[in-house]
């Protein structure tokens, strides 16, 4: 009677734990949480020009790894943005990536990048902007896919602020949290 107990109690342990990460957790999150939000994140005008982003990276045990500072510049044409971005990180070493958004119904966008295996899918809704896409990290940090889960919030005063959370088999193994601004001329 005893093992039926604990296998029960492990039972609903595993029950909380699971509800707590699709409910309650940065996992659990979803674009319509922010539909009602009094700012409107418009893609096209608040990801648009020269901008300046500057964050730090934790690792898995929760401390910060890096920081960096990057420089963003995004064009549209009509629903398609292409966005470069050059990202010096605390070590002098830099990075370059190359996005390309497509609009489409509802809020939703597709995104690609030379080191995003397939497509990423993202949704904006009120103040946010979610997307969920593969990234593979470079050789020389061991070439692994993880999997991305992107969040940007726009601020009243326009500044964006981004959390990013970097999975490997459903284990956390990193977390990037950014601004995102409009570069002063």
Not at 13 to 25: E, H, I
Not at 120 to 139: E, V
Request: proline residues 3%; aromatic residues 10%; neutral net charge.
């Amino acid at each position: 009677m005893d093992v039926i107990y604990l296998l029960v109690g492990a039972g609903v342990v595993l029950l909380g734990v699971f509800m707590r990460c699709k409910l309650w957790a940065f996992s659990g999150q979803k674009a319509a949480d922010y539909a009602d939000d009094l700012v409107v994140l418009d893609m096209k005008k608040h990801l648009n020009g020269e901008m300046i982003c500057e964050g730090v990276i934790f690792g898995p045990t929760g401390r910060v790894t890096s920081s960096f500072v990057a420089d963003f510049n995004v064009v549209w044409d009509g629903d398609t943005a292409q966005i470069s971005e050059h990202f010096v990180y605390h070590d002098r070493a830099t990075q370059d990536r190359f996005w390309t958004i497509k609009l489409g119904a509802g809020g939703r966008f597709t995104a690609t990048a030379p080191d995003v295996p397939g497509v990423g899918q993202g949704q904006q809704s009120g103040s946010a902007i979610q997307m969920r896409y593969p990234i593979k990290l470079p050789d020389d940090l061991g070439g692994h896919v993880l999997q991305t889960i992107d969040w940007i919030y726009l601020t009243p005063e326009g500044t964006m602020i981004n959390r990013s959370q970097f999975r490997k088999f459903g284990i956390k193994v990193a977390e990037l949290v950014a601004t995102i601004r409009t570069k002063e001329k």
